[in-house]
């Protein structure tokens, strides 16, 4: 294959964001930077359309009604071959299931998938074969513990590979947040924040978080902030707190346009999730220096050693995760180099421009493996 910028298409049909959006960001900046051609097809009107725009990154929208839409997969299939794209990169289980049905009507360029999170692939025929379709050469995974998940259900194990997410430390950098949490909130200048982010979803597992709150609901030195996407699923916990009496211990922010510069007013960043593949959360903490408390859930333990570079609990464990705090908060271990260790280990192995180099050097050895076997 000549050396040559590549024509990288990236495909995405959710219309809400998420970490994995974040994701298709990062590493669409970072190939760019690379002097790579890449794009973003997206359904119209969809939170990651809105935002390529107002950054001014390359991008392709079209309507998506329902998952199965057939204008949106004949015109990705138009637009690969009009522009003579290079590789796909489907970034989820919508996109998924569209490029596969836009490749029974166009010869479409090879393809890579991306698995985001440390799900097990369900079991059903029809799962299998859609994970499993030729098209997808290789599948990258976003943590060695989503690796291992993977290879329960992916064959030949070989396609699977890891590559971390990464964090784009330039635009964090130059991030200030819109307003101050104390200042909103009313709050003494000395009240310690305690900041959860993460959208109103089962893997999250909100009502750990309730439970953390409760029991430490006569510390009256620190307040909860939970920054996120409401949900359907996320009503009845926001209910259960007004029942438990805990509105003046917890603060539900709703989500907030570049939630991650927060954690610059936040004195601890708590993780609760049952289930994750790596979320960006993990290393925009180690960015600003801000001591990590969270379960140990997906690859998260593959970044954070307990008691080393953070506190880690198991999932579900209110009560560990309890005892983390106070830890902190009664300074009973020394934070400073720890926190210095952190930020200098996410910026050496965990920026989004590391994340990019690695995806385009798979990219490259999946269309030279293409070019040997024509």
Partial sequence: MKDRPLKIVHLSGMMN?????????????????LDQNSTVFCPQNSQLALELKEKGLPSKSTKLNFKADPTFFLIFGRYCRKNKVDIVHVHDPVAMFLILLSSYFYRLPAAVLSKKTSFPIKK??????????????R????????????K??????????????????????????????????????????????????????????IK???????????????IGRHTERGMPFLQEVKDLGLDNRISFLGELQHASVYLKQADISLITSKSEGLPQVVYES?????PIVSTVAGGIPEVIENNESGFLADIGDA?????????????????EKMLSNNYDLVKSKYDSKIMAKKTLELYKEVLQTQDQKK
């Fill in 17 to 33: 964001r998420g970490g994995g959006e974040n994701h298709i960001l990062n590493l669409t900046e970072g190939l760019l930077q």
């Fill in 124 to 137: 059903r025929k029809r799962t299998i074969y859609k994970y499993n379709h030729p098209i997808f050469k």
């Fill in 139 to 150: 599948v990258i995974c976003v943590s060695k513990e989503v690796a291992r998940v993977t």
């Fill in 152 to 209: 329960l259900s992916i064959q030949p194990a070989s396609k699977i590979t890891t590559i971390y997410n990464g964090s784009n430390l330039s635009q964090l950098a130059a991030l200030e947040p819109e307003f101050d949490i104390k200042s909103r909130l009313n709050l003494e200048k000395d009240t310690k924040l305690i900041v959860h982010i993460a959208n109103h979803t089962k893997p999250k597992d909100l009502p750990t978080l």
């Fill in 212 to 226: 953390v709150v409760e029991k430490l609901k006569n510390r009256t030195d620190i307040h909860f902030v939970q």
């Fill in 286 to 290: 180690m960015f600003y220096k801000v």
């Fill in 319 to 335: 009560d560990a995760l309890v005892n983390h705090i106070k830890r902190i908060l009664d300074k009973d271990i020394e934070l």
